[in-house]
């Protein structure tokens, strides 16, 4: 469950700027928030939307939580040789020399003093340029109350980290202080190296906050999730039809190919006949996906999933990933989720995240340009984020609530459409000059 992210100094991102999921005051559709049950920690929200025009610097926000993800799951095996993936603002010399700064905090499941596993608040951070981590730091809530698990600042004059750890964080602390180098993060090196203590809170930033940046994703999750069980089958197929597919099974065959004919031709025949062996292999194991449908008469028509329309297609690639994040609780990531998916499809799979059904609390964080979103009944006024750029080509990021929107007598989309809520392009006319006509 995440709390909040922040992020300075990266790409278009000059100053400090923070997407918050805690709930605002307010008790409108209560059904979009929830009790983390953590000791310390306020009510959360369950989805989270960022409008913004193009080049805004949206995008970079998925990217810089992206890339602290990569750092974290890449550090304890990167090469010494390799820089650290991260890039700082470009557009100001002095920031372009300085390191950039993630922090995230978030709730999970950890074991507390008397051994009970129980939600907890935790806080983590770093600040690393492309060549060595200056700072890092970890803290959990488990009765409320801050512990301080380990702080490590890069001492310039000793050339060497000056360190602060808890009683509180167990195990072999000063052999994996000796084993982490300037560019890697203590948090991996410590779980690599058997901190189970540690575990779940790496675990959490690096398997439990899936982000999409594409237009399109495997369907590997939804197929095997129709190979698992039927009753899984059925689970996925009925969200397929809950958004509008009317579709009454799906089913996996083998393609129909002439090996016969197969164009290898000038080669050996023994080597000819392993290569359409491994071919052949290859085929079996990768099933073709078929859409089953009744027509008028009630009979089975086949459909091949690569012949459905963009739309069906990206939303069976979604269906998978989609219920495995209900299921886990685990916060889902997506730039542009309007891609391809009609605005109606949009607002479908934000009322799912947001509604009761979704039990564990699993939360949707999107950025996307479709408006309809912003229409009454979806989302409570602190779930909406907007994002522009300065004069200076930075990015601000800032939420509905700056405006303090009356609750029933605003419309939202109407008054970002009219530029209210800035975030918009802001267009000039366009004029050709005259020998731009000349022959």
């Known amino acids: 469950m995440l709390i909040q992210f922040s992020v300075e100094n990266y790409r278009s991102i000059k100053e400090e700027q923070i ?83 993630y922090d995230i905090s978030f709730v999970v499941e950890l ?105 399109r994703i495997s369907n590997k999750m939804s197929r095997k999730i129709c190979k698992k069980s039927k009753d899984d089958k ?5 969200l397929l039809q809950s958004a509008g597919i009317e579709i009454d099974d799906i089913i996996f065959e083998k393609p129909n190919i002439d090996f016969d004919n197969f164009p290898i031709k000038n080669i050996p025949d023994e080597v000819r006949k392993d290569i359409l062996e491994e071919i052949e292999k290859d085929i079996i194991s990768n099933l073709e996906t078929i859409f089953i449908y009744k027509d008028s008469l009630g009979n089975h028509q086949k ?59 699993a939360q949707l964080i999107f950025t996307t340009h479709e408006t309809s979103v912003l229409r009454k009944d979806l989302l409570r006024r602190d779930q909406i984020w907007f994002c522009e750029k300065d004069s200076n080509r930075a990015t601000n990021l800032y939420p509905l609530t700056d405006f303090k929107p009356h609750i029933s007598r605003e419309d939202i989309e109407e008054y970002y459409l009219n530029g209210r809520y800035g975030a918009k392009p802001i267009l000039q006319d366009f004029i050709l000059p005259e020998h731009f006509w000349k022959e």
């Open 303 to 361: 459909i091949n999933l690569r012949d459905e329309s963009d739309g069906t297609q990206k939303l069976f690639e979604f269906a998978g990933l989609i219920l495995a994040v209900l299921n886990n609780g685990d916060t889902l990531i997506i730039d542009e989720l309007n891609k391809s998916l009609h605005p109606d499809l949009v607002r479908f799979l934000v009322k799912l995240f947001n509604s009761k059904l979704n039990r564990k609390n």
């Open 111 to 215: 074991m507390n003093d008397e051994g009970e596993i129980k939600p907890t608040r935790v806080d983590y951070g770093f600040v690393t340029d492309k060549t060595k981590i200056y700072e890092e730091w970890l803290s959990v809530y488990p009765k409320g109350r801050e512990q301080n698990w380990f702080h490590r600042e890069y001492n310039f004059e000793k050339s060497e980290y000056d360190w602060k750890t808890s009683p509180s964080l167990k195990g072999e602390k000063e052999s994996w202080k000796k084993q982490t180098r300037n560019d890697q993060l203590f948090l991996s090196s410590a779980v690599h190296l058997n901190s189970e203590q540690m575990k779940p809170i790496y675990e959490s930033i690096t398997g439990r906050m899936p982000i999409v940046r594409t237009d």
């Open 234 to 238: 059925l689970i996925l197929l009925s």
């Open 19 to 101: 997407l918050s999921l805690v709930r605002a005051s307010g008790a409108e559709m209560e059904s979009n928030f929830f009790e983390s049950n953590s000791p310390n920690t306020p009510a959360l929200l369950k989805s989270a939307v960022i409008y913004g025009a193009n080049a805004s610097g949206k995008s970079n926000l998925i990217k810089a939580l992206g890339s602290m993800i990569d750092i974290v799951s890449n550090s304890f095996n990167k090469n010494p040789k390799r820089h650290i993936a991260t890039e700082p603002f470009i557009f100001d010399v002095v920031c372009e020399n300085q390191p950039t700064t």
